[in-house]
């Protein structure tokens, strides 16, 4: 918050508060470009990691800084509907901003843009200058409370894959917005996505989705970062990102272009997940988005569904 913006009491508690009050808000009002949301200044453990034992692997996202890398958002406010630059450094132990990453899936660095009710999401490829600043036009549709994930691995030896995560406000009017029910079956444009396999805490466990359009299977999806699809998992309630490797890729001579798509994930807890597949055909990437529930790991017991609910998503790229 800047030094010279005069608020009320009442205005800064709300300003403390702001990226979590999105996710659990029941009313509607307005929201302005003034407010803030809360920046994380240290490394802090992932709180949710171990709930299924010792196999359950670390969620990614919920930190800023890890392994001496941290992300430095320098856009922390947006406008609902206004297409703006979203830009950021990645920096190392020495302050200095990051400028060389090794290439994962075709790219530098990933961004993933998601709302805090996970009706919104945007899977981005921003650009970045020689000083190591990173940029892209965005436009997000509605006001409430986003959190931005940056998915990279600096190019030095023994360097890890790193998930960052920093909170993102878009001012505007804020409607909340019900998560969709848990389903098996996603649209996207056109296309019909079935959902195959179950994710299960501190397990692993495949993910088959099979894409078909007019009742037809489509054998001849198109290559998109290195794979037939790329798969983000993100758990309610906190937005922990969850790793998702693909089952093979084109080329190998063995994996098909469809109609399924095979991915590997390990849910870190119990709980609600939401998936979002994107997948090339015809030139163009779409988005299918489930609801999925991770049941215990112990059993093998289906967990209980939730009561259906009216809700549409917005996905994007």
Do not use: C
């Amino acid at each position: 918050m800047h030094a010279g913006l005069r608020i009320t009491g009442f205005a800064a508690a709300l300003a403390a508060t702001f990226g979590t009050a999105y996710g659990v808000g029941q009313g509607v009002g307005p929201v302005t470009e003034d407010e803030t949301p809360a920046r994380h200044d240290a490394h802090t453990g992932d709180s949710e990691s171990g709930h299924s034992g010792h196999e359950s692997p670390p969620a990614g996202g919920l930190q800023i800084s890890e392994n001496g890398h941290t992300l430095d958002l320098w856009t922390p406010r947006l406008a609902a509907g206004r297409t703006a630059d979203l830009r950021f450094a990645i920096r190392g132990e020495d302050g200095r901003a990051v400028t060389a990453f090794r290439r994962e899936h075709d790219k530098e660095l990933h961004l993933i843009v998601a709302s805090r009710d996970l009706n919104t999401y945007r899977h981005l490829h921003p650009s970045r200058a020689a000083d190591g600043t990173w940029s892209i036009p965005v436009s997000l549709p509605r006001a409430g409370g986003y959190r931005v994930f940056a998915d990279f691995t600096p190019e030095k030896k023994g360097a890890e894959n790193l998930t960052l995560g920093a909170d993102l406000a878009v001012s505007g009017t804020y409607a909340p917005q019900n998560l969709p029910a848990p389903d098996t079956t996603a649209t996207a444009e056109g296309y019909e996505v079935k959902l195959g396999g179950a994710l299960r805490p501190g397990a692993a466990r495949e993910l088959k989705l099979t894409v078909s359009r007019n009742g037809r299977p489509v054998t001849d999806l198109q290559p998109y970062l290195g794979a037939y699809g790329h798969l983000v998992a993100l758990r309610s309630g906190d937005l922990a990102y969850l790793h998702v490797h693909p089952g093979g890729e084109p080329g190998d001579g063995s994996t098909e272009p469809g109609p399924d798509i095979s991915f590997t994930a390990t849910a870190p807890s119990s709980g609600t997940y939401r998936l979002f597949l994107d997948f090339k055909h015809e030139g163009k990437v779409h988005t299918a988005a489930f609801t999925v529930r991770a049941g215990a790991a112990a059993t093998g017991e289906e967990a209980s569904e939730e009561a259906p609910h009216e809700s549409s998503g917005e996905h994007g790229h």
